[in-house]
């Protein structure tokens, strides 16, 4: 059964940045394009602190931060507290990168060795491993253009929901997991205008909060 995506209030939604550059109107467009989403953009520091006392009413985080350095003790804490409740999180691109010698970061992505290299401007297959999760139910393959990530792929404990045979990609391209309470996304695409404005992405992207906010299944 699928829940319908405008059957509810707007799923209210962080989306947090940090230590990367963004195409910023292509990002805002992408975000206020997305049905029954309510995205409210803020650095890493900006969540951290919940000046507004609203970090907690969040039903989906999505990570966009590539913070290569350990964190501060205020966000270390409001990391940590991640998968306390059933506040989902979304990993997505060069987020599920940051902080790369944190193992929570680590066991909350699903790839133990997040060392990587990076590929702009790449054409990819992207091919359906599972058709019938909520997130990709009714999808056919596609191909777009974004930048590709040499890793690991997603580890013991992933389901594996979007794949490329790409030689300059990581296998899995999407995937869920369980972090404590909390559902867990992973998405690796997603780098910039291109695949922003790709209406594949789009539907992945949007299934994925609703999914994480279970409105749909």
Same mark, same amino acid.
């Given at each position: 059964?699928?829940?319908?995506?405008?059957?509810?209030?707007?799923?209210?939604?962080?989306?947090?940045?940090?230590?990367?550059?963004?195409?910023?109107?292509? =990002?805002?467009?992408? =975000?206020?394009?997305?049905?029954?989403?309510?995205?409210?953009?803020?650095? !890493?520091?900006?969540? &951290?602190?919940?000046?507004?006392?609203?970090?907690?009413?969040?039903?989906?985080?999505?990570?966009?931060?590539?913070?290569?350095?350990?964190?501060?003790?205020?966000?270390?804490?409001?990391?940590?507290?991640?998968?306390?409740?059933?506040?989902?999180?979304?990993?997505?691109?060069?987020?599920?990168?940051?902080?790369?010698?944190?193992?929570?970061?680590?066991?909350?992505?699903?790839?133990?060795?997040?060392?990587?290299?990076?590929?702009?401007?790449?054409?990819?297959?992207?091919? !359906?491993?599972?058709?019938?999760?909520? !997130?990709?139910?009714?999808?056919?393959?596609?191909?777009?253009?974004?930048?590709?990530?040499?890793?690991?792929? &997603?580890?013991?404990?992933?389901?594996?929901?979007?794949?490329?045979?790409?030689?300059?990609?990581?296998?899995?391209?999407?995937?869920?997991?369980?972090?404590?309470?909390?559902?867990?996304?992973?998405?690796?695409?997603?780098?910039?205008?291109?695949?922003?404005?790709?209406?594949? =992405?789009?539907?992945?992207?949007?299934?994925?909060?609703?999914?994480?906010?279970?409105?749909?299944?």
């Amino acid at each position: 059964m699928t829940g319908g995506i405008e059957a509810h209030p707007p799923v209210m939604t962080a989306v947090i940045l940090g230590a990367h550059l963004i195409e910023v109107p292509g =990002f805002v467009r992408l =975000f206020r394009s997305l049905p029954g989403v309510d995205a409210y953009p803020q650095s !890493i520091e900006d969540w &951290a602190a919940d000046l507004a006392h609203v970090r907690d009413q969040y039903e989906v985080v999505i990570f966009y931060n590539i913070n290569r350095t350990p964190p501060n003790d205020t966000v270390k804490a409001a990391l940590e507290s991640l998968g306390e409740t059933r506040q989902g999180i979304l990993m997505l691109h060069h987020g599920m990168l940051a902080f790369p010698e944190w193992q929570l970061w680590s066991d909350i992505v699903g790839i133990r060795n997040r060392s990587f290299t990076y590929h702009p401007g790449e054409t990819v297959q992207v091919d !359906i491993a599972d058709p019938d999760h909520p !997130i990709t139910r009714g999808l056919a393959p596609w191909t777009m253009v974004d930048e590709t990530y040499i890793m690991d792929s &997603a580890g013991e404990g992933s389901h594996i929901l979007l794949t490329t045979r790409h030689p300059k990609s990581l296998s899995t391209l999407a995937w869920t997991r369980q972090y404590k309470n909390a559902r867990v996304f992973c998405l690796a695409s997603g780098h910039g205008t291109e695949t922003y404005e790709d209406v594949n =992405f789009q539907t992945v992207l949007t299934r994925g909060i609703h999914w994480l906010a279970h409105r749909i299944w």
